[in-house]
């Protein structure tokens, strides 16, 4: 019974009780509905402004090779020391990390503006900076007074700043531009020393986000062989060039990303560049990271294969080298004013550029020996007169617009006109030509008969003024254009000239001078993209110095086959195939038949090679208002006449004569080049090595590379 | 024999209830496992292991008479002052975070004040009983000695722990105690004049820390609560120590405010909080499931604290009552502690939340804590006519 009176008040407490945790437990949820539905909103909104911080990790670049599979440009690996800010990092972190690096590591204080050494100042002298505020400028906000802090400082605070100093500048400079929880290379390369690396390594533990890791840089095995022409790429303090800011921010660069600035580099950027690793990180209150998860997986650039035969290039690099010296050394006072000369190959039935060569000679001085520059891009840049090389282009557009026929002849004398200067041909002695024999010959009169029947004066009386109807020049450049004279080849280069044109307003005469390659001026590209056309039987290819793209491997070997560069056509021309074979077989007499220009030249050539020479009149103008005469050389052809598989085109211009004949010399050795490797090639003979030492070293003599 | 057969009855509501919890709790560990990779690597497997041994001890609880644990009542008490006071000479004693409140043996480690907990109820339910038992007449003699007995036994353990320092745990000692009080038998004159003296006390001090913030916490810093003054601190303001002390609450703010109505859904978390598959789970919970999930969990709570007040209602034998109360006095506290303090009711401190924080000592404990209640509920005497209305 006792034990129940005792109970008898456990009910109501219980219940008080019960009631208490009740109210506890309704104020929860009260309070969770206030936090969750009133600032649900607001919360996420925190959320998306302060978490999820991602990084990028570069990853490098793709490779290049040439079309034989021999790595062109490789990335190698150097040290590198770089900066991972962690989140929110303040400036006063920064210079405390400057201060610890500069005892282990140098860096040279040239980058330092006026405004960083200010931004230390204040920061090292932050009370004295602040009292030399106005009272007026104490109210302002905290950016306007910094502003105001930055205006007072004067020279003698900046004289302050000792040596010591402005090497933490210089590294606190580089640590500021570091993006939160993303490495940014303090210093790379040849800069850091062994030394450096050690110690940091062995004190980073102390020296927050600093790591010591390994970096890339472009090497370029062939250099100088092509390097200016493949490009560079931008240094991660230069970043992204301005002029395509925009283009590569949409395409989710960052801007200290090294991209490629000029030639292959810039050109396939897009290719070149690696997938950066993303990874996505949550951090704690002091800004570590805790956990890391990966977004995306990062993965090297793609590989290029080149259309270029590097053993081809080499070859052909130094034939240019050796003849122009030749010129330059037998007749240094004629040919003062000749300094370069381009060549390019082509497989005409592809597009596919074999090689591609410029080459610059400078002239030595008290200081200087002479040498060379290798500058291949002016096969795409430069544009010459061509000279006669033209003249196939010429012939077909007679023939197809009618003005002449096959076989029309005409008697080649020099043609006078009343009120315009004379017009003849360089040999005087060619006779009575018909269109076969005007190009074996190279007749300047058929070409100017043919001009001005397009002009619409049909038959030449002596001495009468010369009509032109106007149309002459649209009907002849509309025809050139068809064979790339004139045009963008449309290469997969980033920029390539267009060439010196005439437009409606070209007199008659100029129509005749165009017709012998003596108007308009002409890349080496364009003339190898012509007789390309010629050769292969009216087609106009796109010229590719990309052969294919490779998925990047994990071997030393490419990887599959990403895409290709197909062979384009830009145009068929459209004519009646006749008429081309009649400009062939007179492309093929002029090398092989007695009386052909180059027939000297190529009469015992094994291969059976087709082309056309060219001298042109080209006056220099050093821009004192004296005109110095000078002669273009060039030659375009192609062999095997009946199978064409290589088509070229060289220009050597601004020659003091002509009796050297440096066109014809280099594309002799340039054929017999071409198929002395293939024949080496089909015979196995030799894995073709153009890494080894020998030849490498050879081609590095005497020359050097520009940037353009 | 209708008496035997409600001898093995087991209580199915209040085993759901726990059941639904604990599973809660394993597919909120799996969903950190799954997010954060090796962070939380295979927490959850330990959860289920943890939670097939703890059954057993349920089991083993459930087969003695709770009567009996009155027999056990001195020597748990002792040994838990013994475990608690052993921290500081015994060489297993593991200090983390500026701590002593672990021992480790080997990898593992195991959390004394847990056990002390669940002790002090059965000591102190034990005392009550006895002292009811022996004192007939109500006076303020009875009063004062009753309180004296549970003051006495519950002061050196919060002493104990409130040193280690665990003030969350500490508070949850108070709590039990506080709710035994209540209960005890104690006149409502003598229960209502220690509350509101205690109230007094509390209040006055927190009026002066308001009127001089500063100075209150500069005093606290000289003492080994320092961290409670970070506490303190972050929880009036956070967002000035939002770096620091505050962080977690802050995170935790946004991680549950951002659950809003429904939650982002299963898996899917966006902002890290520390140590959240232990102390904040909660969060865990309201960031997946938001206002509906956290609900929810607060309804099960809820209904668990709910049945446990009606058994001990049912119960004739007042031992179990006391028992089944200072049960509730401690899930009470470490429920409202835990949630209140991940949505800013309440400042930070370390307390699991029951039966869902991963811990294998704090879900040992519970179990048996509910292992108690289930005894007491299976051996309720109770006569047919009354068992009808049940």
Redesign the interface.
């Known amino acids: 019974m006792g034990k129940k009176k005792q109970k008898s008040h456990l009910p109501l407490r219980l219940n008080v009780l019960f009631f208490v945790i009740f109210l506890l437990f309704s104020i929860l949820i009260l309070q969770l509905g206030v936090v969750q539905i009133l600032y649900g909103e607001d919360a996420q909104a925190e959320i998306d402004r302060t978490e999820n911080v991602t990084s990028e990790i570069p990853t490098p670049r793709g490779k290049i090779y040439d079309r034989n599979g021999n790595v062109v440009v490789d990335n190698s690996l150097k040290y590198a020391i770089t900066y991972t800010p962690q989140k929110n990092v303040q400036p006063e972190d920064n210079l405390k990390v400057a201060e610890q690096l500069s005892q282990y590591m140098k860096m040279e204080p040239d980058s330092v503006t006026e405004r960083n050494m200010k931004d230390y100042w204040i920061l090292k002298n932050r009370d004295e900076a602040y009292s030399r505020l106005t009272a007026e400028e104490k109210t302002l906000g905290d950016l306007e007074q910094y502003y105001a802090m930055l205006e007072d400082i004067d020279e003698s605070d900046l004289s302050s700043i000792s040596e010591a100093e402005m090497e933490v500048i210089a590294i606190k400079r580089e640590l500021d531009q570091a993006i939160q929880l993303t490495p940014h290379v303090i210093k790379s390369g040849e800069d850091v020393t062994k030394e450096e690396y050690a110690v940091i390594a062995e004190h980073a533990y102390e020296l927050p986000g600093i790591s010591v890791s390994t970096d890339w840089s472009r090497e370029n095995l062939f250099a100088p062989t092509l390097s200016s022409f493949i490009g560079g790429i931008s240094d991660r303090n230069s970043g992204l060039p301005k002029d395509k800011l925009n283009y590569y921010l949409a395409r989710n660069y960052k801007l200290n990303d090294r991209v490629g600035e000029s030639g292959i580099e810039e050109e396939y950027e897009l290719y070149l560049q690696g997938k950066k690793e993303i990874r996505q990180h949550v951090t704690n209150s002091d800004g570590e990271v805790i956990k890391s998860e990966l977004i995306r997986e990062g993965e090297r650039g793609k590989d290029l294969m080149l259309s270029i035969d590097m053993e081809m290039q080499q070859a052909l690099d130094q034939i240019i080298r050796e003849e122009m010296e030749k010129v330059i050394s037998e007749k240094p006072q004629v040919n003062r004013h000749f300094d370069k000369v381009m060549a390019v190959m082509m497989d005409p039935n592809t597009g596919e550029i074999i090689a591609v060569s410029g080459h610059r000679y400078i002239r030595g001085d008290e200081e200087n020996a002479p040498r060379f520059r290798n500058e291949a891009y002016r096969a795409l840049y430069d544009a010459h007169l061509p000279g006669s090389t033209v003249k196939g282009a010429t012939i077909l557009s007679g023939l197809d617009s009618g003005v002449i026929e096959p076989g029309t002849q005409f008697n080649d004398h020099p043609l006078q006109f009343a009120g315009s200067p004379d017009k003849s041909s360089w040999t005087s002695t060619i006779g009575v030509v018909d269109d076969i024999a005007a190009l074996k010959e190279s007749s300047n009169v058929y070409m100017f008969r043919t001009a001005m029947r397009l002009g619409g004066h049909w038959d030449y009386v002596h001495n009468n003024r010369l009509r032109y109807n106007g149309e002459g020049y649209s009907i002849l450049s509309n025809y050139f254009r068809q064979f790339g004279l004139g045009v963008h080849t449309g290469v997969d280069y980033p920029f390539e000239e267009n060439g010196f044109l005439g437009d409606d307003d070209t007199k008659g005469y100029e129509v005749l001078d165009m017709a012998i390659g003596q108007f308009e001026n002409y890349t080496t590209l364009q003339l190898a993209q012509y007789v390309s056309t010629i050769a292969n039987g009216g087609y106009r290819l796109e010229p590719h110095l990309v052969k294919q793209i490779h998925n990047p491997s994990d071997t030393e070997s490419l990887g599959p086959i990403y895409k290709a560069n197909e062979p384009t056509v830009l145009n068929k021309i459209d004519m009646d195939q006749d008429y081309l074979e009649r400009v062939q077989e007179g492309f093929r007499q002029a090398f092989q038949e007695p009386r052909g220009t180059a027939y000297y030249k190529f009469a015992d050539a094994p291969y059976n090679p087709a082309g056309k020479t060219g001298t042109a009149e080209s006056a220099i103008y050093p821009g004192d208002g004296t005109k110095i005469d000078t002669i273009n050389l060039s030659l375009v052809g192609y062999a095997p006449y009946d199978n064409p598989e290589i088509a070229f085109a060289i220009v050597a211009p601004h020659l003091g004569e002509s009796d050297s004949h440096i066109n014809n010399e280099i594309g002799r050795r340039l054929l017999d080049t071409y198929f002395e490797l293939k024949e080496k090639r089909q015979q196995g003979e030799t894995e073709s090595d153009p890494n080894s030492e020998e030849e490498t070293e050879n081609v590095e003599e005497n020359t050097e590379t520009s940037e353009e | 024999m209708d008496n035997q057969k409600q001898k093995q009855r087991l209580d199915t509501f209040l085993v759901t209830t726990i059941f639904l919890l604990v599973a809660i709790s394993i597919y909120t560990l799996y969903t950190l496992d799954q997010h954060?990779e090796?962070?939380y690597d295979g927490y959850y497997l330990d959860q289920i292991k943890w939670f097939v041994v703890s059954s057993i001890g349920v089991a083993t609880i459930m087969f003695i008479d709770f009567d009996r644990y009155r027999k056990f009542a001195w020597p748990l008490y002792i040994l838990g002052i013994f475990m608690l006071a052993g921290l500081h000479f015994l060489p297993w004693g593991y200090e983390n975070n500026g701590a002593l409140r672990w021992y480790q043996f080997g990898s593992t480690t195991l959390q004394p004040s847990e056990f002390v907990k669940v002790f002090l109820v059965v000591a102190l339910a034990h005392v009550i009983t006895s002292h009811?038992?022996k004192w007939?007449s109500k006076d303020l003699n009875y009063d004062l000695v009753l309180l004296g007995k549970i003051l006495g036994l519950s002061l050196p353990v919060f002493v104990l722990i409130a040193i280690q320092p665990d003030i969350g745990s500490s508070l949850v000692i108070a709590s039990i105690a506080a709710?035994l009080i209540?209960?005890s038998?104690i006149r409502w004159r003598t229960v209502i004049t220690l509350f509101g003296s205690v109230f007094v006390i509390i209040a006055t001090l927190v009026i002066i820390y308001f009127a001089n913030p500063d100075g209150v916490i500069e005093f606290i810093e000289d003492t080994p609560f320092d961290h409670v003054a970070d506490r303190i601190q972050a929880w009036d303001n956070p967002h000035l120590y939002?770096?620091?002390s505050a962080?977690q609450a802050i995170k935790s703010?946004?991680?549950?405010?951002?659950?809003?109505?429904s939650g982002k859904g299963s898996m899917q978390y966006?902002?890290?909080i520390?140590e959240r598959h232990t102390d904040m789970i909660f969060t865990a919970i309201?960031e997946q499931f938001?206002?509906v999930g956290?609900?929810v969990i607060?309804v099960l709570?809820?209904l668990m604290?709910?049945r446990i007040?009606q058994i001990?209602?049912e119960c004739?034998e007042?031992f179990g009552?006391y028992l089944c109360?200072g049960i509730?006095g401690m899930f009470?506290y470490q429920?409202?502690q835990n949630?209140?303090m991940s949505?800013?009711?309440l400042p930070l401190t370390g307390l699991p939340l029951p039966f869902l924080s991963y811990g294998g000592t704090s879900l040992l404990v519970y179990m048996a804590a509910i292992g108690l209640v289930l005894n007491v509920r299976s051996r309720q005497k109770t006569f047919m006519f009354e068992s009808n209305d049940d």
């Open positions: 954060y090796k962070v009811n038992e007939q709710f209540i209960i038998g939002q770096d620091s962080m703010m946004m991680a549950i405010g951002s659950g809003q109505l966006q902002v890290w520390p309201a938001g206002f956290s609900s607060i709570f809820f604290i709910y007040i001990a209602l004739k007042p009552t109360v509730v009470t429920i409202f949630i209140g949505i800013q009711l």
